[in-house]
């Protein structure tokens, strides 16, 4: 197995791990931090998949599907392609509505499905092309591959979690 398989694999198990972090919660239950200052289940998905069609879109020099679909208005958002999720506050995190968990699971594939056909079309070699030179040392593409799928996996953990806490 080369190392494009590998992270074909990672990124293919994802969605079946955000089904079942979203499995049977309603919107409310979706927006419901399980303590002040914590994150809700609707807003940890939302952050997972919008860093990961942040920064694949940007590795593919394409713009991201938040911009170019109708995802933002369906969590009560703009499609600004910056609001990613960092630094976001309680009002911020509060203003990620999520109109059900279709909508989160639909945003989702969506950015997987074009996460895996890029993965498809990698060479070896491509995974060491420099992405961002304002690291030291710069961050190749297989490093930040491996980054977003890192940050994914935690989060998705994390829903996980807080589901399990609000629904008792």
């Known amino acids: ?8 694999e990672g990124y ?9 972090a979203l499995d049977g919660l309603d919107p ?11 994150n809700p ?3 940890l998905i939302w952050h997972l998949t919008r860093i990961q069609d942040h920064h694949v879109a940007d590795v593919m020099g394409e713009p991201q599907l938040w911009v170019t679909g109708d995802w933002a208005p369906r969590f009560g958002l703009r499609p600004d392609p910056d609001d990613v999720g960092f630094g976001h506050g309680p009002a911020q995190v509060a203003a990620v509505r999520p109109e059900d968990g279709d ?3 639909d945003y989702h594939r969506a950015v997987v499905d074009r996460t895996l056909a890029y993965l498809r079309g990698l060479n070896p070699a491509d995974l060491d092309r420099v992405v961002d030179t304002s690291w030291d040392p ?3 593409l297989g490093v930040r591959l491996v980054s977003v799928l890192d940050d994914d996996l935690q989060h998705v953990g994390q829903a ?7 629904q008792g």
């Open 160 to 166: 996980a979690y807080v589901r399990g806490l609000i």
């Open 12 to 20: 293919g198990r994802l969605p079946g791990l955000v089904a079942d």
């Open 41 to 43: 289940v609707g807003w």
């Open 28 to 38: 409310r239950q979706l927006r419901q931090a399980p303590a002040d200052g914590a």
């Open 138 to 140: 710069p961050v190749t």
């Open 1 to 8: 197995m080369d190392v494009k398989d590998l992270l074909t």
């Open 103 to 105: 909508v989160l699971r």
